[in-house]
Each structure stands twice: as structure tokens, then as C-alpha cells.
């Protein structure tokens, strides 16, 4: 008897889906004008978020960072440089954003991706601007010897707001990190395994144990759209390639604006729609600085 119920049910949603793929615009707008979205969410909910502390061994500080199913690897690096002499008591920091093809159909073996180098540079001039990392920090020995930091980000599944689950991954990797120690031997800088410690005593100490870096102004992002009169906070990538205006805002914890990016997109973005934005990301603010603090904590447990 439930037989022809199922088969008119199987009929309705081969049509709904056929409908999707021909009309994606007006299938999306149909759901706004209910203010909900595909997925069920309300226009102003971000997807389900998570972060994973020490996510690579090997690495100095590292981490897995989800925003639905976006998916960012950090990991960081750190060698001992020589500091340039236009700053001599500081480190660097160089940041790579790598996009294989494994992470979305769109992007194909062999070549790179147009995201990537973008992400890149929103990435490593938001981390500058912020004043997260305090560069001195980094330096060892006053014009001799400093810290070069590399952080190497792979977006493992790329399924919309790609820069705010990159930021939130470099975040988390940089609250992981754990500088290493070193020692001054003969007037150069060795890094010590952690078994050696005890063998090289002898050795003048630059660090004597791990440490962690001090983070400043922490940045924290929500990418929205504007299509018509409508706001839409996280976007997946369904979303962003048929309503193409986005917004992204930067904010530090203590809600200061770091920055506003809008790459072109046909929707102008008015005073009023840029402070919706901004109110909408103070809110995802509160909430990823929470998710943050449960991944430390859960760390420092295990």
C-alpha cells in the first residue's frame, strides 16, 4: 500500500533537484523570500564549526579548522634565520595557501588555483594588521639570529567561505605553537631535540624550555552575501557562485574592526547593509572565540 506514496515522493524530489540545477537562482530566492536557506539554516546562521589542536605531529603548532564542510590544515614551521637590517631585532612570518584538487572539482591537477594566491594575501595582511604576532617575539639574539615562522595552510575541502576557515585554522595553529628550544654554541644558534636538552647544558641557553607565543588582538572573520535585500552569513560555495556579491569582515576580540574586503559582485554595499555585516560577524566573533577557547583547553586536558 505505501508503494505509490514512495514512488510520487521519489517522483516530487527528482523534481525539486532538477529544478535546482536548471533554475539555482530562483530556487534559492523561492527560499529567501522564506527566510531560510537550502540547508535549512536562517540567513544569519553560521554552519556547525569545529577546531582540532596539534592536528600534525611534526609540526610546531598545527591545526584542523571546519566550517561546515570546509576543510583548513595549518601547520608551522620554524628555522632560525638571520634578520634583515632594516629590522634586526625581529623575526618574519611567510604564509602559503595551497588548494590541491582533491579539495574541490573546480580546481584541476596541474593547475593552480585562482583562490589561492588571493586567500594567501588576505590572510598574511590581516595577520600583519592585526597585530597578532608581535614580530620582536621572534627575535633570539639582537641582529644575529631570529625566528622565521612558516605556516603552510591546505584547504582540504572547499565548500564556501574559504578565507574564514583559513584564518580560523592559522589562529588555532598559532595559539598551538610551541617555540622551539635553542642554544648558543660557538656564536650560533642550535635548536636542540627535546632528549638533548639535558646533554647540551653546557651549551649557552637562548630558550631554555618550549614556549608559547603571545598572541595580541586575535582576528576572527564572517564572510556574508548580499543578494537584493537579503544578508547571507557563511556561505557555501553553492551560494557563492549564484548570488556573487561578497562581504567579508575582520574583527579582533575585542571587536575592533581589522579590515572590510568586498571583491566587486553587482549588489553595491550600502552604509546600513556594512553594518548589518559588521553586527552579524560581532556575534560570530563571541562564538569562535568560544570554540577557540574549548580547543586550548581540551588540549592542555589531554
Known sequence: ?????????LSSEMEVDAFRRLFPLRYFERHLAESIRPDARPLSRA????????????????????????TMLAAIKMEVMTPSLESPDEGCVSIDFHMPPICSPLVRPGRPAEAAPVVAKQLSDTI??????????????????????????????????????????AVAAFSNLQIPTVSLDDGKIVMLPEEQKEENSEKEPVNKEKRKLTLGGIPFSLTCILHKNY??????????????????????SSNQLVSLYKPGG?????????QDCIALTRQR?????QILEEAISGMEID
Open 1 to 9: 500500500m505505501g508503494l505509490p506514496n514512495a514512488s510520487e515522493d
Open 47 to 70: 554552519r556547525d564549526t569545529t577546531i582540532s589542536m596539534g592536528a600534525v605531529a611534526s609540526a610546531d603548532g598545527s591545526a584542523l579548522a571546519k566550517i561546515g564542510s570546509t
Open 128 to 169: 600583519s594588521s592585526s597585530g597578532m604576532i608581535n614580530l620582536k617575539e621572534l627575535s633570539l639574539v639582537g641582529g644575529k639570529a631570529a625566528w622565521m615562522v612558516y605556516l603552510d595552510i591546505y584547504c582540504l575541502d572547499a565548500d564556501g567561505a574559504l578565507f574564514d576557515a583559513a584564518l580560523l585554522s
Open 231 to 252: 544578508i547571507l552569513a557563511d556561505p557555501t560555495s553553492e551560494e557563492e557562485s549564484i548570488m556573487e556579491t561578497l562581504v567579508t569582515v575582520v574583527l579582533d
Open 266 to 274: 553587482a549588489v553595491l554595499a550600502y552604509t546600513s547593509a556594512v
Open 285 to 289: 566573533v563571541k562564538e569562535l572565540h
